[in-house]
């Protein structure tokens, strides 16, 4: 089983910026994938940005040019830079982390809120 902490999320002003972090343990197992999705209230949960061990980024269309995400493998760590956020961005936002072996790791969220 893979144990995912997330912290840095908060209240901050349209226009602003937050750094999501991400730490993982995963015992004797490893890691492929990292990353983060978000759900706002009543909408569906939604990527926002992927990357591979080996350092290849997927983003989602809301958050291009705005977010960028980046890990630390020796720490099996994850983060997500968020500039320029908008009120939209607002929702929890939950770290994943992919077991080589098979299955999906889930944070327990962070809430960032963007205040207009």
């Known amino acids: 089983q893979v144990q995912l902490v997330e912290s840095g999320g908060g209240l901050v002003q349209a226009g602003g910026s937050l750094r999501l972090s991400c730490a993982a343990s995963a015992g004797m197992f490893s890691l492929s994938t990292m990353g983060w999705y978000r759900q706002a209230p009543g909408k569906e949960r939604e990527l926002v940005a992927t990357i591979t061990i080996g350092g290849s980024t997927t983003y989602g269309d809301s958050v291009k040019g705005r977010f960028t995400i980046s890990r630390d493998n020796a720490e099996n760590t994850v983060y997500l830079q968020m500039n320029s956020l908008k009120p939209e961005d607002s929702a929890v936002y939950y770290c994943?982390?992919?077991?080589?072996?098979?299955?999906?790791?889930w944070g327990q969220g962070t809430q960032v809120t963007v205040s207009s």
């Open positions: 994943i982390a992919d077991v080589t072996s098979g299955g999906r790791g």
